[in-house]
């Protein structure tokens, strides 16, 4: 897993690479992005006063991480009656084992085949599903379950950085659009940037409406410039990713004069590379609430 090349290194093709593993008896996804290793097993140290389903720490190659079990935060049937891997995984700056039943494969799919999780289902750790032609396979909020056990993570997304009246008042008078799948992100990023004096918001759950919602602005009477100021996009989104937005934005006539804010838990050396090649003006790894801020203040202000 270490050696990530290929999809990491093209640019807006829509696409990912998912590797599928199992929990129980269902079968889930992970953006072979975030993943560094799989093995088989560690030593666990037990820690004290730990949520429930951090089954311990474990050392890697010199690092310490925090191992979740994902048996005890799904809920999982059966999870203890079969063989166990560990999913080494690296994302918002930190690292995090995931404890798993099976690692199965690695798929190449493209985002437009990830539908969001049906409404009715009431479960808040679930991005998106993948259908396979033998089987359904669910794509988890890992960034949601890191927020639950770290304390440090959900500081940095709760800061909003004080500006004076005249600058609060400049904010007001702009728009930005946001696209971002994790229902938890989008709420606590429209809430920031409101509570910082961003208060003509537009949001959207994924790439592929928010493509469309510009595509209408485009269209419309008015200057582009007038109508919206900034676009802040995740790369992980059904029906069309970031980078993918990114590269149709910046292709686009009128709305090529948009800056674009990344805004995603995937911000790496290759990544950066990637996104800088498609034309982003910043790229900004979650949590750093007060980074992108501050980002949206120096490109729009």
């Excluded at 004096?197 to 493509?211: E, P, R, S």
């Amino acid at each position: 897993m270490s050696n990530q090349t290929g999809i990491l290194l093209e640019s807006g093709t829509n696409e990912f690479e998912l590797v599928e593993f199992l929990v129980g008896n269902v079968h889930y996804g992970i953006n072979v992005a975030k993943v560094r290793e799989i093995v088989k097993s560690l030593p666990i140290t037990k820690m004290p006063e730990a949520p429930p389903c951090v089954e311990g720490i474990i050392e890697l190659r010199g690092r310490i991480m925090p191992l979740v079990n994902l048996g005890i935060r799904l809920a999982a049937e059966n999870f203890d009656e079969k063989e166990k891997h560990m999913i080494i995984c690296e994302f918002n700056q930190t690292f995090i084992a995931f404890l798993v039943n099976q690692v199965s494969r690695i798929h190449r799919i493209s985002w437009n085949m990830l539908e969001p999780a049906p409404l009715a289902t009431n479960t808040e750790v679930v991005t998106g599903i993948v259908k396979m032609s033998d089987k359904l396979i669910i794509l988890l909020d890992f960034e949601r379950i890191l927020t639950e056990i770290s304390p440090d993570i959900n500081k940095k997304l709760n800061f909003v950085p004080g500006k004076s009246e005249i600058e609060n008042q400049q904010r007001g008078s702009k728009t930005i659009l946001i696209a971002e799948d994790s229902k938890m992100l989008r709420e606590l990023m429209e809430g920031t940037l409101r509570e910082a004096g961003y208060t003509k918001i537009l949001v959207h759950h994924d790439g592929q409406t928010a493509w469309n919602a510009l595509e209408e602005i485009a269209g419309g009477p008015e200057p582009v410039e007038q109508q919206i100021q900034l676009v802040i996009t995740d790369i992980e989104m059904p029906q069309m990713d970031g980078h993918h937005l990114t590269k149709k934005i910046k292709g686009h006539q009128k709305l090529s004069i948009l800056p674009v804010i990344i805004f995603s838990s995937l911000i790496s050396e290759e990544m950066r590379r990637k996104g800088e090649s498609l034309g982003a003006a910043a790229q900004i790894s979650k949590p750093e609430i007060e980074i992108m801020i501050n980002a949206v203040d120096s490109l729009i202000l």
